[in-house]
């Protein structure tokens, strides 16, 4: 049983109250609490009521930190497409300036955090499908509980206004501890049975890669990466927390997440990282190049080392270490990677996998590397600007958040981003996966589509559907 003495908030709450008024704009007010340890998915669930639809989860491949938020104390998303990732900096900047922040820790990732993504691409034509999602979301929580490194910290977040009254800030210390009181595990229902499964244009879509292969064998672009949907039908709603549980156990080696929006959710388990910013120090990963697991310990050594020196497969991972290379030395002051990738295996598929380790400039900023990394060759294709261009104009599918930066950022700078893929958009009892593959001069277009549903995999087994 957990509770917080109400007096705390309240009276840090008026004084943020009294701000407000004293600068005629709303502020801030964050204040953090170590509690004696607490299940992230209990705490998740324990939201499902009050803030089904305002919840997000995250959780990095080490189990160094998890991030749950609910309820959202303020919102920052944008539509517009130009200086998106600079429009969300400086309003986080904004919002954090006159903020009353109560945190005496440490630790990473408590006190005010920013979590959500944006979109692939703002330019590509919207459809319904990602109508919930603007090329911008973040999410401030009301409620966030952070674990890092085993030890578990609560972050209350309140924006207070010029006319607030310590009514509002009693109820939010009310609601807390209500919430706090209220964790519990959830029933085991009966899980949602598949009832039908779309491949959406498959015919179009092998068709699309066998003509983006011709028109690489003799123009500029190297690279394309095109990817393609399949919805799931289910026989009744499908439950967020319980998939996402099941990445959890399912494929824990890799980055979970998962941002609600307006009762959407979008979830994923995800092994590779955009971009890591703690202090100065910058971490990033190339991954590209992909083969399936064997189904013996020799079988799988004999496919690793077959990934390990394909042609086709090292020049793809090539292209994504120059362009991270790149792209991190206007940032950094010192760059370190391998002179050769290695493997990272994961239940379904290994990689070709080639880690970089920077040290960053005093004025480089996690969203500014964000903007720089994203899209990398392995989800846009090279040139870059060309061949995002080249998906605009092929690609039917509206990616929205897929194959797109997700992750997080701390008052202090610090947070950590993933590329949004292995992943799908739950819409009450359907779901839509989403898997990409990147097409060169020697593509085809049959071995493409069999490389898409290897990638479909950890999600059609969280949801049950494989």
């Known amino acids: ?80 497409a130009t200086d998106r990732f600079f429009r969300v900096e400086k309003e986080w900047e904004q919002i954090l300036m006159d903020g009353l922040i109560f945190n005496s820790y440490s630790t990473i990732g408590i006190g ?96 699309s890669v066998d003509d983006v292969a011709k028109e690489l064998s003799g123009g500029p672009l190297k690279k394309v990466v095109l990817a393609r949907e399949l919805r799931l039908i289910f026989n009744k709603q499908l439950d967020t927390g319980k998939i996402i549980a099941n990445l959890y156990e399912q494929q824990h080696e890799s980055f979970i997440f998962a941002l609600e929006s307006n009762g959407d959710c979008f979830l994923g388990a995800t092994p590779e990282r955009l971009v890591k910013k703690h202090g100065t120090e910058i971490f990033s990963t190339c991954l590209a190049g992909s083969i399936s697991r064997g189904t013996t310990a020799e079988e799988d050594r004999r496919l690793g080392e077959e990934l390990l020196h394909d042609q086709k497969n090292l020049i793809e991972h090539h292209y994504v270490v120059e362009m991270i290379r790149e792209a991190l030395a206007e940032s950094c002051d010192k760059i370190i990677l391998p002179d050769r990738p290695q493997l990272m295996k994961i239940r379904d598929i290994q990689h070709l996998y080639t880690p970089v380790i920077g040290k960053a ?8 590397l964000v903007e720089k990394l994203h899209p990398t060759p392995a989800l846009g294709g090279l040139p870059q600007k060309q061949a995002v261009e080249k998906i605009r104009q092929v690609e039917e599918l509206d990616r929205g958040f ?37 097409v060169v001069a020697d593509s085809d277009s049959e071995s493409e589509y069999l490389e898409t549903g290897l990638k479909f995999r950890p999600m059609l087994r969280a949801l049950g559907g494989e």
């Open 112 to 207: 005010p955090v920013l979590f959500g993504g944006f979109s692939f691409d703002p330019y590509k034509n919207k459809t319904e499908l990602w109508a919930k999602y603007p090329d911008s979301l973040f999410y401030l929580p009301k409620y966030m509980l952070t674990i890092m490194n085993n030890e578990a910290y609560l972050t209350t977040n309140v924006i207070c206004l010029e006319e607030d009254d310590p009514s509002l800030l009693e109820k939010i210390s009310v609601e807390r501890n209500q919430l706090m009181l209220s964790f519990y595990l959830k029933h085991e229902a009966e899980p949602a049975v598949l009832s039908e499964i779309k491949e959406i244009s498959k015919d179009k879509w092998k068709r």
């Open 402 to 438: 897929y194959a797109a930066p997700i992750g997080w950022l701390d008052y202090q700078g610090n947070g950590e981003f993933a590329v949004a893929i292995r992943s799908g958009l739950i819409q009450g009892n359907e779901a839509s996966l989403f898997a990409g593959c990147g």
């Open 1 to 80: 049983m957990y509770t917080i003495q109400e007096t705390e908030i309240i009276e840090r709450g008026l004084t943020a109250v009294d701000r407000a008024k004293e600068l005629g704009r709303p502020v801030l007010l964050s204040e953090v609490h170590k509690l004696d340890g607490l299940n992230p998915f209990t705490f998740l669930n324990s939201g499902e009521e009050l803030f089904l639809g305002e919840r997000f989860f995250w959780k990095d491949p080490k189990d160094e930190i998890f991030l749950i938020g609910l309820g959202i104390a303020k919102q920052i998303q944008s539509v517009q």
């Open 361 to 368: 400039r005093k004025d480089s900023s996690l969203l500014r």
